[in-house]
């Protein structure tokens, strides 16, 4: 599999806009979080579909995963970026 290809598995998004590294926040599994920043994905990455974009950082620690959020930072995860809110048509 080339490195490109890697690169858009990882960085691709489900029905709900979260990646692989989302989940990864979510669940707390800081150990895969290296794996996925060495094959080139986003860590910075922000959900695509709902109301809010959230980073894997906010997530991990909306989360209380401690682990997972120092991993994030160490690893370049940004800090500034702002969650938003999508906003709504009007009727």
Known sequence: ???????????????E??????YVAALNYHEVIPIIHSFGG???VKTSCGLRELT?????AAQGNEKTVKKLMR???SLTTASSIKPTSSA
């Open 42 to 44: 986003n860590l910075s």
């Open 75 to 77: 690893l370049g995860a």
């Open 17 to 22: 806009g979260a990646a692989l590294v989302h």
């Open 1 to 15: 599999m080339e490195k490109e290809e890697v690169i858009k598995l990882l960085n691709a998004t489900d029905s």
């Open 56 to 60: 894997p950082l906010m997530i991990a």
